[in-house]
């Protein structure tokens, strides 16, 4: 089953851009995923083809249209998740990416200027208003390479080895431990001795341990989310008992 994409854009060109290179472009090649474009612009009614005006209430900028987002929208069809780009939305994760590339597809809608009439989230409360995250970039299609890229990579085939997108940073709610390869040692700094031991328990252990310690000490609220989870975890167990 190819993975179909659709991306609603004022700047379709963007597309597949650098998608279209290394492994997501060979994907493309072999057919594993599909990438169409929706031009906002054609939906326009007036000579100009206009699709933003300014804010109700006044303010800097100008705000997507309701009235021209809204038949773009209905154009996509159904049977897919369809996300809206924002940085008033909430904070994608990769729990969702997964969940995102294992279906038939996803169609992203990418936000420009001051964003969208916030009416097209209450006429399709089925569009997820997602972010990156706590940035604010010029346009949505930016956002959008990258969540496609994240998709794309877990698709079958895709990566080489089975096992690249299980063990990574927050497939298991931690970062990634760190990666070392060869030559031994560069700038008098050598490889953890544990990971020349050939030891496979403790090499996992050790992974296991720079993953917490790492993730506590750069990523707090990743670790207290891992924390609360664990302890409600071993609450269950003792409960069963």
Known sequence: ??????????????????????????????????????QIRDFAKDKHRTVDDTPAGGGAGMVLK???????????????????????????????????????????????????????????????????????????????????DACIRLLPGVMGAPDSGVEESYENGLIEYPQYTRPQEWEGRTIPEVLRSGDHA???????????EDTRLRRPDLWDRYSGDRDQSASDARQKK
């Open 202 to 212: 403790k090499i996992a252990a050790w992974r296991k341990a720079r993953s917490e």
């Open 66 to 148: 309701a009235d021209i987002l809204g038949p773009a929208i209905e154009s996509v069809g159904e049977g897919r998740p369809i996300l809206a780009m924002t940085p008033r939305g909430k904070p994608i994760t990769q729990a969702r990416i997964r969940e995102i590339a294992g279906g038939p597809g996803v169609a992203i809608l990418c936000g420009r200027f001051e964003g969208f009439d916030e009416r097209i989230f209450d006429h399709y409360p089925q569009i997820e208003q997602v972010s990156l995250a706590d940035i604010v970039l010029s346009g949505g299609e930016t956002a959008a390479i990258a969540i496609l």
């Open 1 to 38: 089953m190819t993975f179909a994409a659709t991306i609603l854009t004022l700047y379709p060109e963007m597309f597949p851009g650098p998608l279209g290179v290394s492994l997501a472009g060979k994907a493309l090649s072999r057919g594993d995923w599909s990438c169409e474009t929706v």
